[in-house]
């Protein structure tokens, strides 16, 4: 099958590899009706912003429309490259959030296709100011149980995921595999007794599940038998966690 090829396209092609993973971070106040209806405002880099939207929709979207970069300092460019105007935000970007948040109708007081006319709320997001990784390799220590839940979702199966608030270590099954993160203390502490250390007291209070599973900790206390007995893959966090 034909291809195009290029000078330097496999920088290009690998590019996003050294886009660090950044953390979706939510602002309340910006945030209008129900947060969870899965409307998203992201305020960032659209590369970074992208890469922050993976752990929860991967393999869920088929598109994706980018406007063209503004405000290059390349006034010869076939767009209107001057778009420093508050009049842009207050006539255009705001008309569209309320359309989202209180409904939309066409002239003639229709509904349109695909948009809601009660509209259906959004949550408003910036992008962390510092990766999900240090420089050293290690979880950030504000990183929460829910964020780092969609990261290893991801990293485990290349499929989005929601944390919901309140949840478990147990964060679901995926192609007969359930998978398990010991992490920020979701057992109540960070002890070796019940905390992010895989110990045989916390496995068995983790949700049981008959069948293969992969459990993600700090640390693993269990022997290769058990290991083995009880059907259980360890991963060791951070460092199995490279995507």
Known sequence: MPSLNWIGKDAVVKHHKDVPFRLLEPVPDLSVGDAAS?????????LHALKALLPRYAGQVKCIYIDPPY??????????????SPEIAKNVTAERCKRVS???????GDAVPGLS?????????????????????????DVTFAQLAEFVWFAETGTGYVAEPGSGPFLGT???????????????????????????????????FDGPKTIYAA??????????REQIAFKQTPYALAV
């Open 71 to 84: 405000n290059t300092g390349n006034e010869g460019w076939a767009y209107n490259d001057n778009v420093n």
């Open 102 to 108: 209180h409904g939309y109708t066409n002239a003639k």
């Open 117 to 141: 006319p009660e509209g259906g709320g959004f949550q408003f997001c910036t992008l962390s100011s510092e990766p999900l990784f240090t420089p050293q390799g290690q979880i950030r220590d």
């Open 38 to 46: 899965g409307n998203l405002i992201v305020q960032g880099d659209n």
């Open 219 to 228: 640390a693993c206390r269990l022997g290769a038998p058990r290991l083995q």
């Open 174 to 208: 995926h192609e007969g595999r359930a998978i398990y993160l010991l992490y920020n203390g979701i057992l109540k502490d960070k002890s070796v007794g019940g905390g992010n250390v895989l110990t045989g007291a916390v496995f068995d209070i983790l949700p049981r």
